[in-house]
């Protein structure tokens, strides 16, 4: 085997890889466009100002993991501290053997919880 053709199959070897590459890139390219477009879209939709504004709801009553350290799901969210409270309620009803808050929004104030803490002497 001659270097001239050894050197022709690696240049053609090369040039192979630079295609394939260059079709992997395009199809990352086309899913990122995808994506990029429905993000947009989802974006856009938040932007309705008839949108449910959960973010701004004042009252959080919130189920806790099993070690008391992180929310595992806000149950409920209300600008009402009545209707914070009746949900409260009925949380602690559903899930009597979990730790349930009853918070003003971004844990600024605890207004109740569930099972209630123990007595300081």
Not at 9 to 16: A, S
Not at 52 to 57: R, S, Y
Not at 72 to 100: I, N, T, Y
Request: hydrophobic content about 40%; charged content about 30%.
């Amino acid at each position: 085997m001659s270097q001239d053709s050894e050197n022709e199959d690696g240049q053609l070897h090369t040039l192979g890889l630079l295609e394939r590459l260059r079709s992997e890139t395009n199809l990352v390219r086309e899913a990122y466009d995808g994506l990029y477009g429905r993000v947009d879209k989802l974006l856009r939709e938040l932007e309705n100002p008839n949108l449910h504004d959960i973010a701004n709801m004042t009252f959080r009553v919130e189920l806790w993991d099993q070690h008391a350290l992180h929310i595992r799901w806000v149950v409920a969210a209300s600008g009402s501290v009545f209707v914070a409270r009746a949900a409260f309620d009925e949380a602690v009803k559903h899930w009597p053997d979990q730790k349930l808050t009853l918070r003003v929004r971004q844990g600024i104030m605890l207004i109740r919880e569930h099972p209630d803490p123990p007595q300081k002497r």
